[in-house]
T-cell receptor, first 115, second 111 residues
């Protein structure tokens, strides 16, 4: 089935140790998003790619980077994780940026624990 | 900010009862969407209602939108234990591509 896949589902890292989360999609969507969701909070958009164009949200810390080597894959790199970065990270896709018509398709998320 | 605010924050009902969740937002919108999130999982899109629509149905779901009050409601009829989840509203408006999510309502349906 076409879907958005995130690996791993759970990731444990050490304070300050770089970590990479991955997302892949079989929907052939142009847009891929990364959200951060802390416990009992709303998902917060970190950045998105429209094709190869990267768009960072103004309040996304520099500690967070992303790569999209091809249409199917997108990575979230956290260069120096702090305790405050422990959260669920959600990847999502949409066909276009026309939110008036588009819905977003979410992966199951990766829960990051920072020790 | 367009951020939606859901009300109530938590709702507990018995199986078979109806559940109503409300969402309020601050600025004009193109559409409002409702998503469900099971514990520890990703979000699943439920329904999208455009700013020129007032009501929309999908199975046991009924969504209303009142743009004059900047509010929406999600009604789940004949609830089931499997409906237990968090429900989020999300808005987008103007030329803004972003979906802005509210904090969600945690619905618990007791068997």
């Amino acid at each position: 089935d076409a879907m958005v896949i995130q690996n791993p589902r759970y990731q444990v890292t050490q304070f300050g140790k770089p970590v990479t989360l991955s997302c892949s999609q079989t929907l052939n969507h142009n847009v891929m998003y990364w959200y951060q969701q802390k416990s009992s909070q709303a998902p917060k958009l970190l950045f998105h790619y429209y094709d190869k164009d990267f768009n960072n949200e103004a309040d996304t810390p520099d500690n967070f980077q992303s790569r999209r080597p091809n249409t199917s894959f997108c990575f979230l790199d956290i260069r120096s994780p702090g305790l405050g970065d422990a959260a669920m990270y959600l990847c999502a896709t949409s066909r276009s940026l026309r939110q008036s018509k588009e819905t977003q398709y979410f992966g199951p998320g990766t829960r990051l624990l920072v020790l | 900010s367009q951020q939606g605010e859901e009300d109530p924050q938590a709702l507990s009902i018995q199986e078979g009862e109806n559940a109503t969740m409300n969402c309020s937002y601050k600025t004009s919108i193109n559409n409002l969407q409702w998503y469900r999130q099971n514990s520890g999982r990703g979000l699943v899109h439920l329904i999208l209602i455009r700013s020129n629509e007032r009501e929309k149905h999908s199975g046991r779901l009924r969504v209303t939108l009142d743009t004059s009050k900047k509010s929406s409601s999600l009604l789940i009829t004949a609830s089931r234990a499997a409906d237990t989840a968090s429900y989020f509203c999300a808005t987008s408006g103007g030329s803004n591509y972003k979906l802005t999510f509210g904090k969600g309502t945690l619905l618990t349906v007791n068997p």
